[in-house]
């Protein structure tokens, strides 16, 4: 047994684990295949007394054998490829010379499944495993018209010693057959050993992406929900002599909780389209230059930290366009904060913008260039560089693709002039600005007078940020950490809107809201979910509470001119004055 482990594992040394089981098989394959040449051409030699079986017969053993010195030696590509060309070139050989002695079905049967099989195990590029089809495909055709025609005739054999010689044959071909068959159900049980381990650790992975996402979203919808806060101080502030000494840190503040709210939502998006939850196209009126200035001032910050100016070059005679605005935002976010991130100090990121024929162009270009290879790989999948000042996760390129593709466009990365250029276009829709009514966000202390508002979250700080807000427009807040301390407050209080959170112990937003819909004087209650469970846009949780009763629903972390945008709908008309 100590013999036969050293013939079988002889070469692995020098693989990997998966080219292990491929020498593996090889060298067994070549033992077996030599032992049974050396006894079936004893036999053989016996009933037929000619060195046209005897010296055939020797060089196969022998060269058999070769094989598993090969890849003693390392040499597996070699030994791979003599193992086949030698049991091609026999089955070819012994075919024609000993004629009615090999059964012609047992012969193909043995080089559809023996050869095919055996080869499609041992080699995984395509090109190589056309070539073996059609060299297996030659040699067919050679044997049956060679059986046919008769151009080169067999040795006489007597019909006893045929008889003898055609069991022989078809048993030592089964055998192989046999052998591929087995290790092929090998190959196949590992395969779903692994696909099974694999489920289970994305399973577990999946968990803990979940669980880290929840948590990191709640404190960072904090941050983000009081950058806004202070940013919407300084802007009613601008001349105060504090405002205009903090002024530059809170822009950086606004910028900085923006961007990690970007980092979040890429991996998200990128969760969603690996789920085959792609994103719902909604064609609408699009400002477009507004939207490429919003990306702009995103990457502000990111920006300033380099001393690395964006510059819009906008061509475009019209301001409007239809599309996806914010699969639009994303695209053009994700190319400019890419840009940025790779731009030497005092560089210059331009966007420009102009149309050709029916579609629209966009450029966003920065300097420095790509080396070639490196462009091959950038829109795959967690495929990013790093720099002194930021890094990138690798998944807002080949989400930017991904994205790009649902708006029937095309991108592609270009050097020129020492100079990286990103270039997307996509279908040109003209559309009318009167179809969009543009709304600058902007909150009066007496917006929401007389309002109450049930502010519902099991965190702390998230029902103060909230809280801060809607009291600047003068409603009344009202505070719960849950659905049933919330149900007693409804009761209560009858509030005119309820904002609440969706994961919460004791009782939840889903049961807070089946509740609430039950009791008919609450039925048409605006009523707003804030979920910071991160993996909701795939998991159909928006669809089954809007379904349920709720008006609208957002992502940790929010934005609050979203929220304002839902509360001047859903509130009672009387309470918002001119």
Known sequence: MHILNIIKNAGTQY??????????????????????????????????????????????????????????????????????????VAAGYWTILLGNAIPIEVVIVFLLIFLICGSFL??????ARIGLLLAIALLLVATQLNTFFGFIKPIDIHPTSAYIMRLCTTGGMLTFILFVIFEFIKEITRLMDDLSKSNKVLSTNAAFLRETFHELKTPLNSIYGIAQLLDMVRKENKQAPLMQEISADLKNLSGAAQLSREIVNNVLDLKRIEAGKFFEIRMGTVHLRNCIEQCMAMNQYTGALQNVS??????????????????????????????????????????????????????????????????????????????????????????????????????????????????????????HPETTAEKKFEIRKDEFEGMKVLIVDDNQMNRYVIEKFVTKGGATALLCSNGQEAME????????????????????????????????????TPFIVISGDAFNKYSNESEELLKAGANAFFNKPFSFEDLYTEMIKHLPSKSIKA
């Open 310 to 431: 964006i510059v819009l070059n906008y061509q475009l005679p019209q301001q409007f366009i239809e599309s996806d605005e914010i699969v639009l935002i994303k695209i053009i976010n994700n190319l400019t904060s890419n840009a940025v991130k790779f731009s030497p100090a005092g560089g210059q990121v331009v966007i420009s913008v102009y149309r050709e024929g029916s579609h629209i162009y966009f450029r966003v270009k920065n300097e420095g260039e790509i080396a070639p290879e490196r462009q091959e790989k950038l829109f795959l999948p967690y495929e990013s560089e790093r720099n002194h000042i930021t890094s990138g996760t690798g998944i807002g390129l080949h989400l930017t693709q991904q994205l790009v593709t649902l708006l029937e466009g095309r991108i592609r990365v270009i050097n020129e002039d020492h100079h990286t250029i990103f270039e997307f276009f996509i279908p040109y829709r003209s559309a």
């Open 15 to 88: 693989s990997t684990e998966s080219e292990k089981r491929t020498i593996i098989i090889i060298n067994s394959l070549a033992f077996l295949t030599s032992m049974l040449v050396f006894i079936l051409g004893g036999v053989f030699y016996l009933l037929v007394h000619s060195l046209l079986i005897l010296l055939p017969l020797l060089l196969e053993g022998i060269g058999m054998l070769g094989v598993i010195v090969l890849n003693g030696l390392g040499k597996k590509d070699s030994a791979n490829f003599s193992m086949f060309a030698i049991h091609y």
């Open 489 to 524: 407050a409804v009761l209560a209080e009858k509030p005119d809107i309820i904002i609440t959170d969706s994961q919460m112990p004791v009782m939840n937003g889903r049961e807070f809201l089946l509740q609430l819909r039950a009791i008919p004087a609450f039925s048409d």
């Open 122 to 127: 041992v080699y995984k590029r395509h090109k």
